[in-house]
């Protein structure tokens, strides 16, 4: 989703342009972004994010607060989606401050931390 009028401070890249490995938007992720547009702020995030990413083909992995980890934002849950090379990769799912929008964000350098969480995360489930 695009914003009409950029937050203050910068923004994270959206997932279109962020994967230089697959520039091409996959149509799981569309379906996802879509079906996250009419987050209505008063259904559960966690749950919401949930059954849109598993509908995309994807994995909500886990969710936890935002502060601190990044700006204008309440909540962050992070999904494991395919790519068009048949890999899954990480993403954000973002609930903005307000709690009435969810936006997909792509890891970045402010949010490499997490991605290596959820890389362990991963490696911990996949042995069970």
């Known amino acids: 989703m695009i ?14 342009a962020a994967d230089h490995a697959d520039p091409l938007l996959p149509i799981e992720l569309l379906e996802l972004e879509l079906s996250l547009d009419g987050y209505d702020g008063k259904s559960d995030f966690c749950e919401t994010v949930r059954v849109a990413s598993a509908k995309a083909g994807g994995e909500f992995l886990f969710d936890l607060p935002a502060e601190g980890l990044m700006d204008d934002c309440k909540r962050i849950a992070v999904l494991r989606i395919p790519s068009m090379s048949e ?31 959820a890389d362990a995360f991963i490696k911990v489930l996949e042995r069970f």
């Open 87 to 117: 890999q899954m990769r990480v993403v954000l799912a973002v609930l903005d401050h307000s709690g009435t929008e969810i936006r997909m964000e792509a890891p970045d350098p402010a949010t490499a931390h997490l991605i290596r969480f």
């Open 3 to 16: 914003a009409p009028e950029p937050a203050s401070g910068t923004q994270s890249p959206t997932l279109g």
